[in-house]
């Protein structure tokens, strides 16, 4: 081809590239040339713009291939290069891209707008379902106190019965420093062994009152709920069953004291041959929470028989 055509001799002739505006003297350099990216796009794209030209019929009607910039090339290739630099067509591309990026977002906070109003409705419909429920609880409260259990079709009110048929009730601990002991008490206790003989304790003196004067009672005997009084309130006793518990040691303690007085009216119990020996000792042993089982353990079988005796009966 005309335009690529070098005359490489002589030795230091001038090698020129016209699309490139390119010269050099050496072959090696000249070789370099036009191996290179840029020659050929340029080449090709010049001998594109030929080769369209030449091989078009004579009458053929030239399409005019238009940028979007309004500028007008003959060729393909010649639109092809001009694409590459034209900057309105690449700011038309941004503003497209832009747009595209606009309406994404846009649709993305119409679906949240949605989603948020969805929201507020299904709220309002709870809000709306929980206020109908609070009238109808309310509505219930009014006709039936919370604290009203049914037994046999017969309507109890515990709240009633604790502050107003019991409010004379005794408190615990007064309960505890009211009973009297008597060496009978001492010896069942040795007798029967410390759980049963305290419980025994207790139960006797709950029964020796009125119900209505006891200072505990029973709601629940599987479970073991208990209504305690002390400081002049009824209170439900809690988990750990506190203040019955002080109650158990307090009286356990009274038992104890008893001994010197058996040791008064049985001077030799404390010698071997004495036949009261054996009895004296496992009053002690007994007196002092016995064996097996561990203190808490030992109340909560007592706290268990105390209960069994204090369940409240519904029906009166």
């Not at 001799?9 to 016209?18: L, S």
């Not at 309002?124 to 009203?148: A, L, Q, R, Y």
């Not at 515990?158 to 009211?178: G, H, P």
């Not at 158990?248 to 008064?264: G, M, S, T, W």
Request: net charge positive; glycine share 4%; with cysteine.
């Amino acid at each position: 081809m005309e335009t690529l055509e070098t005359n490489l001799t002589p030795k230091n002739a001038v090698n020129a590239c016209i699309f490139c505006h390119f010269k050099c003297c050496k072959k090696s350099e000249w070789v370099r040339h036009i191996k290179t990216r840029k020659h050929i796009v340029r080449v090709n794209g010049n001998i594109l713009e030929t080769l369209e030209t030449n091989l078009a019929p004579k009458n053929a009607v030239h399409t005019a291939h238009e940028c979007s910039c309004g500028k007008s090339y003959g060729s393909r290739s010649g639109l092809w290069k001009h694409v590459k630099i034209c900057q309105k067509n690449k700011t038309k591309l941004e503003s497209n891209y832009t747009d595209d990026i606009i309406n994404k977002i846009t649709d993305k906070d119409e679906l949240i707008l949605t989603l948020i109003k969805q929201n507020f409705e299904i709220t309002k419909e709870n809000s709306e379902f929980k206020n109908m429920m609070m009238k109808v609880i309310e509505n219930g409260t009014n006709n039936h106190s919370h604290n009203t259990t049914n037994s046999h079709n017969k309507s109890f009110n515990l709240q009633f019965f604790l502050n107003e048929t019991c409010k004379d009730a005794m408190n615990i601990m007064d309960f505890v420093d009211s009973i009297k002991l008597q060496l009978s008490d001492l010896e069942k206790v040795g007798e029967i062994g410390y759980v049963d003989g305290i419980s025994n304790i207790i139960v006797k003196n709950l029964n020796a009152l009125e119900v209505e004067k006891r200072p505990v009672h029973c709601t629940d005997k599987k479970r073991e709920i208990l209504y305690i009084k002390d400081e002049n309130k009824w209170e439900k006793e809690d988990v750990e069953k506190n203040k019955l518990r002080k109650a158990i040691k307090r009286v356990a303690c009274k038992n104890q004291r008893l001994i010197p007085k058996f040791k008064e009216a049985h001077p030799d119990c404390i010698k071997a041959a004495s036949k009261f020996s054996d009895q004296y000792n496992k009053m002690i042993i007994e007196s002092m929470g016995g064996s097996g089982d561990n203190d808490l353990e030992k109340e909560d079988k007592i706290i268990r028989n105390i209960s069994k005796n204090v369940v409240i009966d519904k029906n009166i």
